[in-house]
């Protein structure tokens, strides 16, 4: 019998983030260098058949939400048929009948089945694509977008192309996903001042917006001082803004708040407040390794292993060898930056 996905401090994982490219067609600052990557071969990234396997693998060990990321997902050549396949492995596409009352099937398999499917992307190319995805079973999604202003717009990405990620945005509202999350990346004297106005926009639109704090990584001139906390950002909120906690669900990586009048806000405290105790990610790059910890350069390729003909047993001994090694905390935020790890476009947003 396969047991579910428990680390050895104890921690459940049910979420996997699969990146789907390593290519993007930003250059945001605090993501990626300007220049020096090499984006990886085709043949180097998972086929659409490797990425469906793997995810009815993890689904089977009890996987219930897989996000896509990038790069940029929307880049990936018929991306909506991706979206297609995975959303097979919902739970209404499973053979009920086979499920004891405990959800396990009869080979064992602890699973009730795939309930979310989300991409997180920029939004560049969703204009056009946004209903499309949502036929196809794509049931949450997460745009990027750190400002409201395209000139600023423009120097964090370095590209010229804010009317489209505006119109995505507004389009994917329309478009009626059942989660819809904006997601900005607030840096100290660079956007920190717009932190009004993002939540001015969840509350017209009822949407969630989630500031999230600079995280460090390889080659994205991160400082301490340029991280506004979780502390500092809803000081200035609750000055404009009524807040009420939310409630949380297990697992949840973000510290939750409704606004009054409709809309949410969140924050993900990564460097100020670790929610490592209650992590229960797992992440699949695009040249198919497995990371246990976004901070934690350790990683097994489970498409090498495939193409020398593994069994999904051995997959499946590949994954929990690799989720055993996962750190029950990161390292504080100075030596993250000092470690040689993958910068956040190999890994995957």
């Known amino acids: 019998m396969s047991m579910p996905l ?8 049910t979420y996997l983030r699969i990146s789907v ?7 945001c600052r605090y993501c990626m260098p300007s220049e020096g990557l090499q984006w990886k071969k085709r043949e180097e990234l998972l086929s659409f058949e490797e990425i469906e396997r793997l995810a009815a693998i993890f689904v089977g060990m009890g996987v219930n939400k897989i996000r896509l990321t990038g790069g940029e997902p929307m880049l990936r050549r018929d991306f909506p048929e991706l979206v297609a396949r995975l959303a097979r492995l919902r739970e209404s596409g499973l053979n009920k009948s086979r499920l004891n009352k405990s959800g ?9 089945g795939l309930k979310d499917l ?23 999604i997460n745009i990027s977008l750190d400002s409201f202003k ?6 964090i990405t370095r590209l010229s192309c ?36 993002f939540a001015a926009f969840a509350s017209e639109h009822k949407i969630n917006v989630r500031f999230i704090e600079f995280m460090p990584f390889k080659d994205n001139d991160w400082q301490i001082d340029k991280v506004v906390t979780f502390k500092e950002m809803k000081t200035t909120l609750d000055k404009h ?50 990371k246990s910890c976004l901070f934690y350069p350790a990683e ?16 499946r001994g590949m994954i929990r060898g690799c989720l055993a090694g996962k750190p029950e905390a990161h390292p504080p935020a100075e030596e993250i930056a000092a470690r040689d790890n993958r910068s956040m476009i190999e890994i995957g947003g």
Request: with cysteine; proline share 1%; aromatic share 6%.
């Open 6 to 13: 428990i680390d050895s401090f104890g921690r459940l994982h």
């Open 21 to 27: 490219t390593d290519r993007c067609n930003l250059r």
């Open 104 to 112: 396990l099937n009869k080979s064992g398999l602890n699973t009730t």
């Open 118 to 140: 989300a991409m997180t992307t920029n939004a560049t190319l969703l204009a056009g694509q946004a209903a499309l995805l949502k036929e196809k079973g794509l049931s949450h």
């Open 150 to 155: 395209p000139e600023r717009f423009e120097q």
């Open 162 to 197: 804010f009317e489209a990620v505006k119109a995505g945005l507004h389009e994917a509202i329309a478009a009626g996903f059942s989660k819809l999350k904006l997601n900005m990346v607030v840096i100290a004297g660079f956007n920190d001042d717009e932190i009004l106005d």
């Open 241 to 290: 803004f009524q807040l009420s906690p939310a409630k949380q669900e297990a697992g949840d990586v973000a510290r939750d708040f409704e606004l009054a009048g409709g809309g949410s806000l969140s924050f993900i405290t990564s460097m100020s407040e670790s929610f490592c105790s209650s992590c229960n990610r797992l992440r699949l790059t695009s040249d198919g390794s497995m």
């Open 300 to 315: 097994i390729n489970l498409r090498d292993a495939m193409r020398q003909n593994a069994s999904d047993e051995e997959l």
